[in-house]
């Protein structure tokens, strides 16, 4: 079954965002490390035998349930996302409760609710984030073509569902969601709330917004910065800036 599962490809209606749920877990896991450091050095982790073997065989059906929804059931697609994800989640959370107890669950219940809720808002900022994509392009589309013009003579763009499509004489590239910079927002957002929760006490929270705000930025440039990189290296090494240069 879990041979079948690897090699199973993944069906489109799962596909809600590039985070996957796997991801947002660990999210969890690593903003609930950092906000109880520590107390859990002092926790002293006492799992009785008869209670571990219970979760660890539910959290092993519930696996097994969800490769069942998301691969073999027939029902309507988003019913199927959803159960399958709830189900998921519960076996994350079997697997826990089967390596520490309920007696550690009940000790760092309201630190626990906080961190999922917290994950669960930042999961839904990357939700935006996904859907924003064709308006990221088409500004970053718009930023590089700005530049480009101050030092090409011959550069066009065109505005596309698929994405904008932007061309420096005969070089032409479509700015797809890959290169719309949803990702590495993403990505520079996770390293924020991670330093941020490690660091909270240390950190001036009247700076946290501005510094956020400061980082996009810089991130959104970063994208700017690469387009314009690629497409002045395709005007002469077209090959070259499609394999080295793009993601």
Not at 101 to 124: D, E, M, R, V, Y
Not at 171 to 190: A, H, Q
Not at 209 to 233: D, E, K, Q, W
Request: some cysteine; aromatic content about 18%; charged content about 10%.
């Amino acid at each position: 079954l879990l041979i079948k599962y690897l090699k199973k490809p993944a069906i489109e209606s799962y596909k809600l965002n590039f985070f996957s749920f796997p991801v947002f877990f660990g999210t969890i896991l690593i903003l609930f490390a950092a906000f109880n450091k520590k107390k859990l050095l002092k926790v002293k982790i006492k799992s009785p035998v008869k209670e571990t073997i219970i979760f660890a065989n539910l959290a092993f059906a519930s696996i097994l349930t969800y490769v069942w929804l998301k691969y073999y059931a027939a029902a309507d697609p988003t019913v199927l996302v959803v159960l399958s994800y709830i189900t998921l989640f519960t076996a994350y959370t079997l697997i826990a409760l089967s390596l520490f107890g309920i007696g550690f669950f009940k000790k760092f219940n309201n630190s626990i609710i906080a961190t999922i809720l917290l994950t669960w808002i930042f999961f839904q900022f990357t939700l935006i984030l996904n859907n924003s994509w064709r308006f990221l392009s088409s500004v970053i589309a718009m930023a590089s073509h700005y530049l480009l013009s101050s030092v090409f003579t011959n550069t066009s763009i065109t505005l596309s569902q698929g994405g904008p499509t932007l061309a420096v004489h005969n070089f032409k590239v479509v700015i797809g969601n890959p290169c719309s910079g949803v990702e590495s927002l993403t990505m520079f957002t996770i390293l924020f709330i991670a330093v941020m929760a490690f660091e909270w006490q240390r950190i001036n929270k009247i700076k946290i917004f501005p510094y956020f705000v400061i980082g996009m930025i810089g991130m959104f440039a970063v994208s700017i910065t690469r387009i314009c990189t690629l497409m002045i290296i395709g005007t002469a090494y077209p090959r070259f800036a499609m394999s080295m240069f793009h993601t």
